[in-house]
């Protein structure tokens, strides 16, 4: 079956500091990836998105994923995080074909003044 | 504005008291879908609908039930709630059956307490 890891329940970084957020999944082929973030009190908002072609793929307010299928991560970085990018951070898998989508259990990101 | 509104936002109510959760989104999306986010769990799938008329079971279907007469609304009905059901709730809908092409669009959450 297919499931969605991410090992980090809390993250703390400081202001200005480069971020990463690791998520593995477990499925026989490569499905499509997806990251969501979630702001207090808001619904989640696709950050990025990946089936194919370049692994490395960027998404909106800063953020890139980079794929690697020799250890089924698609983890999500920043180079420089900012105050307003405290939020909850979602990795999401659909196997392909299907259109069922399976969370991860989410990271929450603390953001350092 | 294109979006997915839910109703209400916050919502405490007690053991057996039958009550709807609405969600209607404006944007002819034929996919829409409930959730629940737990800590430690991220979000789980209730129910989801293909189209009009057009509903099937999630992940955690149990105590809760779902129409879909009208394409934009999706309402998800807890007949008798219990504690176990105080939870955050999402409806989200996309385009149709490419995750890649359409992915979800949220509503900004149903946080419900059944005391």
């Known amino acids: 079956a297919q499931s969605v890891t991410q090992p980090d329940i809390h993250i703390t970084v400081s202001e200005g500091a480069s971020l990463e957020l690791r998520c593995n999944y477990s499925y026989g082929a490569t499905p499509y990836l997806f990251w969501y973030v979630q702001s207090p009190g808001q619904g989640l908002q696709l950050l990025l998105k990946?089936?194919?072609?370049?692994?490395l793929v960027q998404g909106i307010k800063g953020f890139e994923a980079e794929f690697k299928r020799s250890q089924s991560s698609f983890n999500l970085r920043k180079p420089s995080v900012h105050w307003s990018d405290a939020a909850e951070y979602f990795c999401a898998v659909v196997r392909t074909g299907g259109f069922k989508t399976i969370f991860g259990a989410g990271t929450r990101l603390f953001v350092k003044a | 504005e294109a979006q997915v509104t839910q109703n209400p936002r916050y919502l405490i109510t007690v053991t057996g008291k039958k009550l709807t959760v609405t969600c209607s989104q404006n944007?002819?999306?034929?996919?829409m879908s409930w959730y629940r986010q737990d800590p430690g769990l991220g979000l789980r799938q209730i129910y989801y609908?293909?189209?009009?008329?057009?509903?099937d079971k999630g992940d955690v279907p149990e105590g809760y039930k779902v129409s879909r007469k009208e394409k934009r609304n999706f309402p998800l009905i807890l007949e008798s709630p219990s504690p176990n059901q105080t939870s955050l709730y999402f409806c989200a809908s996309s385009w149709g059956q490419d995750p890649y092409n359409s992915p979800l669009h949220f509503g900004n959450g149903t946080r419900l307490t059944v005391t």
């Open positions: 990946y089936f194919s072609g370049d692994t």
């Open positions: 609908s293909m189209n009009v008329e057009v509903t």
């Open positions: 944007m002819n999306h034929e996919y």
